[in-house]
């Protein structure tokens, strides 16, 4: 059963190391060192030799202050407590695995990326550590080099991909103390594939053609919208999580909606001329057609349009 939100604030908890400091890494990353949990971030060894400033961020309400953070590096990365990955999907696994041999059997491992399929590679990777999923809906924006922006607030849950994982419940009430709300949820695949859809829907349009999430409400996506969302639902059927094109395009709507006035990550990212994360989001999803022999033209043409635009 999902516990609810939680918003409850613990004396003092073992330090996060935080993987992965682009735009929500970094907002991640202030919060809880805002909300007084010891916190740092592990860095690739070819940062090294970059100028790492205090991290410059700015709030939702819009005040902007500089904050300390500890760093580390990968290859000598200290004693890791608990590590919260927050690198785009693509590079979840080659980020980790320069760790293995390192982190101490017990030591729990938390994913927050958007797609799916990662999370059992990371299982393979580290068998006898706890390996938890999450996902996330807070807005955030890089605006320069260690700068972030806190675009909007979210919800944040977490939940068990293996066995060893389950006592660790109490991760999602350290994460709410700093994120306002966090909750945990033995049914995280459920919420995972929910999310897919939302960025099914939304991530490639926004991409391609240049837009902000609030630009999807306009009546010429109506149609394309629908399409995305039967054939996902389609595919979420044939994997036994029950939903309807209807009901993904409410809730796409919805988060369109609550995010209007924000950037989806894909649009940055292809601004940026950075990898996306089209792979783990889309490709996931016709990978998991193809198992079922379910066409997905829709989702296949757009697929392809940001590859060829990548
Ligand atoms: O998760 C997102 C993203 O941009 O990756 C959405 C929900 C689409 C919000 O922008």
Redo the contacts with the bound molecule.
Sequence with gaps: MPSGLQSSRLPSSPQWSLLGCGALGGVFASLLTLSGQPTRVLLRDRHRSTLHPGIDFTSLEGHTQLINIERGFISQPGQIKRLLVMTKAGQVVSALTPLVGKLATGVPIVLLH?GMGIAEQVVQLFPHNPVIAGVT?H?AMQSGHFAFRHTGKGETWLGPVNEAAKAHAALADDLGAALGQAGWDEQILARQWQ?LA??CA??PLTALYKLK?GELAGPRFADVLQQICVEVADVMQAEGQPTSGDELLRRAMT?VEL?AD?Y???YQDMEQSRETEIEAITGFLLACAAKHGIAVPVNQGLYQAIKEKS
Excluded: P, R
């Design positions: 958007n809906s807005g999310k939302i960025n939304i991530n999430n988060v995010t924000n989806s990550s894909m």
